[in-house]
């Protein structure tokens, strides 16, 4: 079971970025997936996740209205398209895989840096 | 949101040593839905722990959890060189989920 962000850089405050996360070694449509950022200053914070099939998606308040989560099952591909970037959301992003409420695996991470 | 609190900060040890960590949260997590996990420098988070006591896949057996209703501990119970590194509880209880802030085990 492996996930593979990429995607991550350097955008200036208001820009946007896509981050993409390669799922492999499981049946990727049986599982909800996840995005989770981490900061020294807020530790891990939980973003948004999207069911298996349906394309049921639920969002942190702090990303809510900027962030979308989306996936392609047929390319075992997981999106979080990010607008209106602050500097506050400059952190590493790991795509992750829900399993009945805890997290299994992590992807490697992804870092996001929001500066002018 | 369901706050969860770990303590200590910093628990330093020795290789040998038994290593109790602590997590408690703001209101009661029911049926134990309370995760744990470990984060070397450099790495992301690697699964534990889940349903407060269950090991995960290849996770070894010094490695326990314990606890119900608003006080969980990890322990392990005698450390190996690996196992220095930080420690986050996380509930999926009430979403959304949340994690602790960490308890670094460090060498002492």
Redesign the interface.
Known sequence: VQLVESGGGLVKPGGSLRLSCAASGFTFSDYYMSWIRQTPGK????LSYISGTTGYT?Y?ESVKGRFTISRDNGRNLVYLQMNSLRAEDTAVY?CVRR???????????TLVTVSS | ELVLTQSPGTLPLSPGERATLSCRASQTVSSN?L?W?QQKPG?????LI?GASSR?TGIPVRFSGSGSGTDFTLTISRLEPEDFAVY?C?Q?SR????????TKVEFK
């Not at chain 1, 530790?43 to 939980?46: A, F, T, V």
């Not at chain 2, 790495?43 to 699964?47: N, S």
């Not at chain 2, 979403?95 to 960490?102: C, R, S």
């Open positions: 530790g891990l914070e939980w639920t942190a790991y399993v009945l409420g805890w997290f299994d695996p992590w992807g490697q991470g | 839905y995760a996990y790495q992301a988070p690697r699964l889940y995960a986050y996380q999926y979403p959304p989920a949340t994690f602790g802030q960490g």
